[in-house]
């Protein structure tokens, strides 16, 4: 038994009609994503950038051949908020990890370039960043990684079609593959 069990079973003796079914899984989801961060700041403090700052370079990373996306496309392939996006390229900017420019045809569209001080920081923090992920992946093997990548992109899917279904009908959007 883990804690999640020991608190499902205290809510199976103080309200027995209570459906806490979901707790086995957000609960461990939870508890894994609290280790998960802990493990990861270490190395972006290490560096000196943080999660969403090591996003934004590794999404500009990825963009080949040019390394560089419309803040819109940056918006769209990072976990960073749209309204945070502005900020956090902004930091960049000011690290001398990142240019923005503006296109010359339509001045409206603004690009945001890596620079080589953020390829290189990146490909660092990535090196290490991606050994830890895999680290505390511990004894799963093939198979539960690829299973449990699977269920996991599942609940996602199913949190966000719920979490669309109850959002206002002037917000709705479709949710994110």
Wanted: include cysteine; charge should be negative; charged fraction near 25%.
């Amino acid at each position: 038994m883990d804690g999640v069990d020991v608190i499902v079973s205290h809510w199976a003796v103080a309200r027995p009609e209570l459906d806490v079914s979901g707790l086995k899984v957000f609960g461990r989801l939870h508890r894994s994503f609290l280790v998960y961060k802990t493990t990861i700041a270490a190395t972006f403090e290490k560096y000196g950038i943080t999660d969403s700052g090591f996003d934004v370079l590794a999404c500009l990373r990825r963009s080949l051949p040019d390394h560089r996306l419309t803040a819109g496309e940056l918006a769209e392939q990072t976990l960073v908020t749209t309204g945070g996006l502005s900020l956090r390229v902004k930091r960049l900017e000011d690290a001398g990890l990142v240019t923005r420019t503006r296109d010359a045809v339509d001045a409206r569209v603004v690009y945001v370039e890596i620079t080589p001080a953020g390829s290189a920081l990146v490909d660092a923090v990535a090196d290490e960043h991606f050994h830890k992920l895999n680290t505390m992946l511990g004894d799963l093997n093939e198979d539960d990684v690829a299973t449990l990548a699977s269920l996991l992109g599942r609940l996602e899917h199913s949190a966000r079609a719920v979490e669309l279904a109850n959002a206002p009908s002037d917000t709705r959007a479709e949710p994110t593959p």
